[in-house]
């Protein structure tokens, strides 16, 4: 991977059909190009590490796999289905196969922890109340909240409502998982936690994630293949993809940059002294 | 299927919880048109005949647009608001991606409350505005009560009632589907919130005093 083309992904070994194929995926608003062209492929039991600095487009990526938004052109295709030019209810059959844990949890604010937990069982299920209150107590335990079920998520803190997000993304037990950045706000403990939780949920489940973060000590944890989005004039492209020994080896160095933390180097974060008095002076 | 108890809910919340401020307001009104008309009526003689006036008005125009006043500036704002903020705080793309119909799950519970709730506020409203009129009545005028209520009665139809109910029904079609939809509209955050309500709350005034003229009309002209 470090001697080939920045965008060339590691070659499938033969791991059967992918869960996930997004193929010239291209999104604009307005004349703002987003997403430019991106391809990848996520196959079972994977975690894909979707990273990239602050607003490179890494949750609009997720929203497009997730169904919530449409792309411009090009093709998403989950569970080896076709999801870009489907209508809400076709969908739907699709999305009870996926958990989605939000950025900032996303609860329903009028329902209790132990509600929004429930709610995809009640919804989707035809589980008898006794066993879901039981189910929710065990993703409460997963999540290390075992006791909060009657709160309301304002009464909660903002990585508590991120761990009830992720119990509620689990409670179907789904096939894929989608999560964006989930230990973004935890503790480094919690942090652990949450990422072992995703391990445990791919390896002993054989569940699959895609996991959005810019934690890079989470992303190599937990990660089995990455993909780094870029910014500035390498905006909404694939810099980078492979596993993490792949990308860990890379010479690129706006990925060198980013991996390290390092605020000198090719990812724009301020303008050059030219540029500035340009756009001063006009 | 929607969720019969998000319904009850919605019920106490767009129609119960408004019924202090419903009942203020018809008691209120049904008291100061029952003084005005007093004073106007009993310069002609006429004072006999405010019972009569104050039932026509408020079970045919007062008491419908009152109410709808109050629950368009209480809980059409609080729809709006609620929907509007679980629209910035991505409450409502987490129920599409959990493959929740928001429409369902949100939407119908709200209006199916408004529908139940805004006619019988309308009715409860109407009661209490000419229980005001009965006190001016009765310590003003020395009117007794069962004059009060025969000239109530003889004047006032059951179709006047009805006309009442008609138009809040229609009132409750019109400040939900507004309300809904200006919450599930809402772009920004905190500002786009405040927008959306401002915007629901005048548009809804709007769309129920244009209805409540064609109705009247309808009403003064066909039937």
């Known amino acids: 991977m470090s001697a080939s083309t920045p965008t060339e992904p590691s070659p499938a070994k033969d791991r059967g059909e992918p869960v996930i194929e997004v193929t010239d995926l291209v999104r604009k608003f307005g004349d703002r190009t987003v997403l430019d062209g991106i391809n990848f492929k996520v196959y079972k039991g994977d975690t894909m590490i979707i990273m990239g600095g602050s607003g490179c487009g890494k949750s609009t990526l997720l929203r497009h796999i997730n169904g919530a938004l449409k792309p411009t052109s090009g093709s998403i295709k989950i569970f080896g289905e076709e999801i870009t030019g489907k209508s809400e209810p076709e969908l739907d059959a699709i999305r009870k196969r996926f958990g989605m844990n939000f950025q900032f949890g996303a609860l329903l604010q009028s329902l209790t922890v132990g509600e929004n937990i429930a709610l995809p069982l009640r919804e989707h299920s035809n589980i008898d109340s006794s066993i879901i209150d039981l189910v929710v107590k065990m993703k409460l335990e997963l999540v290390g909240l075992t006791g909060f079920e009657n709160l309301k998520p304002a009464e909660i803190s903002g990585g508590m409502r991120k761990r009830v997000g992720l119990a509620r993304a689990v409670a179907l037990d789904p096939e894929l998982l989608f999560s964006d950045e989930p230990t973004s706000g935890l503790d480094p403990v919690m942090t652990a936690v949450v990422d072992q939780l995703t391990m445990d949920l791919t390896k002993n489940l054989g569940m699959t994630a895609v996991v959005v973060s810019h934690d890079m000590t989470s992303c190599f944890r937990i990660g089995s293949q990455m993909i780094m989005l870029g910014t500035g004039p390498y905006q909404g492209k694939i810099v980078a993809q492979g596993t993490p020994e792949e990308i860990k080896n890379n010479p690129h160095p706006f990925l060198q940059q980013f991996i390290r933390g390092e605020a000198d180097g090719p990812i724009p974060l301020k303008l050059s002294k030219d540029d500035y008095i340009k756009r001063l002076v006009g | 299927m929607f969720s019969l108890d998000e319904c009850f809910r919605q019920i106490v919340r767009i129609g119960v919880q408004a019924i202090p401020m419903a009942s203020l307001t018809a008691f209120s009104v049904g008291l100061t048109l029952a003084m005005q008309s007093a004073r106007e009526l009993g310069k002609m003689g006429a004072a006999a005949y405010v019972p009569d006036l104050v039932s026509l008005t408020l079970l045919r125009e007062l008491g ?160």
């Open chain 2, 64 to 223: 419908p647009m009152l109410i709808a006043v109050i629950v368009i500036g209480r809980s059409g704002s609080a729809v709006t608001a609620e929907l509007g903020t679980m629209k910035v705080s991505e409450e409502i793309e987490a129920l599409e991606v959990m493959a929740i119909n928001p429409v369902r799950f949100l939407i119908v519970p709200r209006f199916i409350a408004m529908l139940i709730m805004l006619p019988a506020l309308t009715i409860f409203g109407d009661y209490i505005g000419m229980f005001g009129a009965w006190l001016i009545c009765n310590l003003s005028l020395d009117m007794s009560a069962a004059t009060y209520i025969i000239h109530s009665v003889e004047r006032a139809t059951t179709w006047d009632l009805f006309t009442g109910i008609i138009k809040s029904f229609v009132f409750a079609w019109l400040i939900i589907l507004i309300a809904c939809d200006a919450g599930l509209n809402v772009v920004g955050g905190a500002e786009g919130v405040g927008q959306s309500t401002t915007k629901s709350v005048v548009n809804s005034l709007l769309a129920m005093l244009i209805a409540n003229a064609i109705m009247t009309g309808l009403f003064f002209f066909i039937f």
